[in-house]
């Protein structure tokens, strides 16, 4: 199993400003994602975070306004830049180990722009 | 593009039996999972078919067809607890990322 300490859990933030998402694991992982979800909809994956270069990015999301970096195979972060309120969601860490192996999820960050 | 379908919402009383269905359409197919999600909680795993037939995990158990692009979790006596929603998840490598369902929401009522 991993163990996910995302921070910050929740936040409000004002419009037009950035805010960096921390995402630890206890254990090194091969794969990390960070996904986004609206309260009560579904998980939209955003990105995979690779591990030395640039992450990977999904269909309508790109690195100027989610900018990912990952350090190492334990640490990845998420920059949710130039807010609007239509960035207010909850943003998920999540990782897998290896092949075919379950996902384990970070317990969220809950952002509201105003 | 990636499809997978699933009932917006179940309800059961305490004791019984649910199903909830998925079927999928997608480019690939490697695996579907099953995620428990509470309200404000993280998902969390419950399942996982690679092969076509049925996997059970205590009270949980999940089934695939591969042929039919159709998986469904079946929930045994059925407690207070369980409710929350269930998400479906395709797999289309065994290293890709998931591709999740709109959710079940489960409500279990006394």
């Known amino acids: 199993s991993a163990v996910i300490s995302q921070k910050p859990s929740r936040d409000i933030c004002q419009r037009g400003t950035s805010l960096t998402i921390q995402c630890q694991v206890d254990?090194?992982?091969?794969?990390m994602f960070w996904y986004r979800q609206q309260p009560g909809q579904s998980l939209t994956l955003i990105a995979t975070?690779?591990?030395?270069?640039?992450?990977?990015?999904e269909s309508g999301f790109v690195i100027d306004k989610f900018p990912i970096s990952r350090p190492n195979l334990t640490f990845s972060t998420l920059t949710v830049s130039n807010m609007s309120p239509e960035d207010s969601s909850i943003y998920l860490c999540?990782?897998?180990?290896?092949?075919?192996?379950?996902?384990?999820f970070g317990q969220g960050t809950r952002l509201t722009v105003v | 593009g990636q499809s997978l379908e699933q009932p917006s919402e179940v309800t059961a009383v305490e004791g019984a039996i649910v199903q909830i269905n998925c079927t999928y359409q997608?480019?690939?197919?490697?695996?579907l999972s099953w995620y428990q999600q509470h309200d404000g909680g993280a998902p969390t795993f419950l399942s996982y078919?690679?092969?076509?037939g049925l996997e059970e995990t205590g009270r949980f158990s999940s089934f695939l067809s591969r042929s039919d692009s159709y998986g469904y979790l079946l929930l045994q006596e059925l407690q207070m607890k369980d409710s929350a929603s269930y998400f479906c998840a395709v797999s289309l490598t065994g290293y890709s990322t998931l591709t999740f369902g709109k959710g079940t929401m489960l409500l279990v009522s006394p």
């Open positions: 254990s090194q992982v091969t794969m």
């Open positions: 078919n690679a092969l076509d």
């Open positions: 997608t480019s690939g197919f490697y695996g």
């Open positions: 999540s990782v897998r180990q290896g092949l075919n192996t379950e996902a384990f």
């Open positions: 975070a690779n591990q030395g270069s640039e992450a990977t990015y």
